[in-house]
């Protein structure tokens, strides 16, 4: 099954930063969306930034200030900066790529853990 590849994770301490990459085969030429979701132990899923063709990115009010997500034009990768890492940030990041009239391609996940 193809997936995207999501790279950039790790350890990092309180107040760190990291940047997670995903790349999406080359043949998907029709991505309409791209986004990062996470899931922390015992929560659920949620939306972390996406970026919609033709609109501005989306955060959720958690990463606001701290997280930027963005798209290499004409290419199918996407990165997600994260600044001011907290505790809070620590769970499985998940790379999404949506299509019209197409079900959603994820990741298999990346471990992102902010600790002292």
């Known amino acids: 099954q193809v997936q995207l590849v999501e790279s950039g994770g790790g350890l990092v301490q309180p107040g760190g930063s990291l940047t997670l990459s995903c790349v999406a085969p080359?043949?998907?030429?029709?991505?309409?969306?791209m986004g990062w979701e996470r899931q922390a132990p015992d929560k659920q899923r949620e939306m972390v930034a996406q970026?919609?063709?033709?609109?501005?990115?989306i955060y959720a009010d958690s990463v606001k200030g701290r997280f930027t997500i963005s798209r290499v034009n004409g290419e199918n990768t996407l990165y997600l900066q994260m600044n001011d890492l907290k505790s809070e940030d620590t769970a499985i990041y998940y790379c999404r790529a949506g299509f019209l009239g197409a079900p959603d391609v994820w990741g298999q996940g990346i471990q992102v853990t902010v600790s002292s």
């Open positions: 080359k043949n998907f030429a029709n991505i309409y969306n």
């Open positions: 970026v919609t063709r033709g609109s501005g990115p």
